[in-house]
């Protein structure tokens, strides 16, 4: 497997990507908010993928394929359980058309037990969750090849099938596996993706918790580089991701604060920023937040992608101005 464009793209150094929070109200702006991340000079703009709480995010992301002309289009990340892996290389195939290349594919298992109920889809365990996603990567890069793909597993099957257009990027879109399991994450990304998505946040009977700092994600990115080395992968054929569930940036870390606890208040946050302390969250003044992310990327992180409500405009502008050009 090959470095893919987008990661050797890393040599020119660390990058920002922001993964929008529409919220009840965010639907109407989301073009405006999408070219507002494109102009502050981020590399993408990501929707998250929880369509019983938030708009779909495939069809918000076509929306912004059309008013925007630089900036990466995805989720972070896509829940494979959701839809069937072959409607999901539909959809990935044609925003990546609409967006002229420019789709990042992120994958993972899910989480929010109650939203798969709300579909009235399987929540199985862990085991079956991976079983499923295993079976997603398998069939994505079938259905988008040259000749028809036929795929039968215990979860999914595919008949006689050829996605049509392919993508644009070749030989496919980057791709990313999201979350910081060492022992079955780790090691999907290592065997098929292009980047991980990893965070230094642990689940603790108090909710999601920091609890470990830098040294947590250090201790991952060591894993992963075992896991590449393993199945015989140059560990730079991949770019160390992390990801920030909530981030809030004011003049000071009181104003910060401030805005933190009115967002909390609000019920159409992010519905991993309802299960998180407030450790995990990256909160304070441009130096507090800069401080917290050079501690990162000096552990070998490559790529940011933080959390943002799209009504928090000033959280973008004093990231790109003030926070991003003071890492790395």
């Not at 609000?266 to 990256?282: D, E, I, K």
């Amino acid at each position: 497997m090959a470095r893919h464009p987008w990661v050797a793209e890393a040599d020119n150094g660390i990058r920002w990507a922001v993964q929008l929070v529409l919220g009840d109200d965010g639907l109407s702006a989301v073009r405006e908010k999408g070219r507002l991340v494109e102009q502050l000079g981020f590399d993408g703009c990501f929707l998250f993928d929880h369509p019983a709480l938030q708009a779909d995010p495939w069809l918000c992301l076509a929306a912004l394929s059309s008013v925007t002309e630089r900036v990466r289009l995805g989720s972070v990340v896509n829940c494979a359980g959701y839809r069937h892996p072959a409607f999901l290389a539909r959809y990935a195939a044609d925003l990546d058309n609409l967006s002229d290349g420019r789709l990042l594919l992120g994958l993972g298992i899910g989480w929010l037990a109650p939203e798969f109920a709300a579909f009235d889809l399987p929540f199985g365990p862990p085991t079956e969750r991976y079983a499923r996603l295993e079976e997603t990567l398998a069939i994505l890069p079938g259905v988008w090849g040259d000749e028809t793909f036929s795929f039968a597993g215990e979860h999914y099957r595919v008949n006689d099938l050829r996605v049509a257009p392919p993508p644009v990027q070749r030989p496919r879109p980057p791709l990313m596996i999201g979350g910081s399991g060492e022992a079955r994450t780790l090691k999907l990304v290592a065997q098929h993706a292009d980047a991980c998505n990893v965070n230094e946040v642990s689940a603790t009977p108090e909710g999601m918790r920091n609890t470990e700092g830098a040294a947590g994600v250090r201790r991952k990115l060591e894993t992963l580089r075992a896991h590449c080395d393993a199945v015989g992968r140059p560990y730079e054929e991949l770019l160390r991701t992390h990801f920030t569930i909530k981030l809030v940036i004011g003049r000071t870390d009181a104003a910060a604060s401030e805005k933190l606890e009115a967002i909390l208040a609000s019920p159409s946050t992010s519905p991993g920023t309802r299960r998180s302390h407030h450790s995990a969250f990256v909160v304070g003044s441009p130096e507090t937040v800069a401080a917290h992310y050079r501690a990162i990327e000096a552990i070998g992180i490559q790529y940011f992608v933080v959390q943002v409500d799209a009504s928090e405009s000033e959280t973008l502008e004093l990231l790109a101005t003030e926070v991003a050009p003071r890492v790395g």
